[in-house]
């Protein structure tokens, strides 16, 4: 079974920054892309960020909304992924979900709140 958890969200004020944090079975976590998604009340869960796995040389790609703010990396000997925010805007608030897939299975966390407020 492949668990993923999330943590680092919280309250930031706008142009604040947070750091998330997933942490995930080893077993797939070094072979299998991840991902970061994020999703609002009344509306479907998007990408944010994706990180490949280092066979297919570890690029990461980014939601239009976030490039240059965010920055998703691994760090392969904690066996976690994380999502660098900068410059938060209040249109980031949202439950931020980690996701991956492995032998066509979904895996998601259980998703860390992401509050912008003043």
């Known amino acids: 079974q492949v668990q993923l958890v999330e943590s680092g969200g919280g309250v930031v004020q706008p142009g604040g920054s947070l750091r998330l944090s997933c942490a995930g079975s080893?077993?797939?976590?070094?072979?299998?892309?991840m991902e970061w998604w994020r999703q609002v009340p009344g509306k479907p869960r998007v990408l944010v960020a994706r990180i490949a796995s280092v066979e297919h040389g570890g690029l990461a790609i980014y939601a239009d909304s976030v490039k240059g703010r965010f920055t998703i990396s691994r760090d392969y000997a904690k066996n976690t992924v994380s999502l660098q925010m900068n410059s938060l805007k209040y249109e980031d608030a949202a439950v931020y979900y980690c996701?991956?897939?492995?032998?066509?299975?979904?895996?998601w966390g259980q998703g860390t709140q992401v509050t912008v407020s003043s």
């Open positions: 080893r077993n797939i976590f070094n072979i299998s892309a």
């Open positions: 996701k991956t897939e492995n032998s066509g299975i979904d895996y």
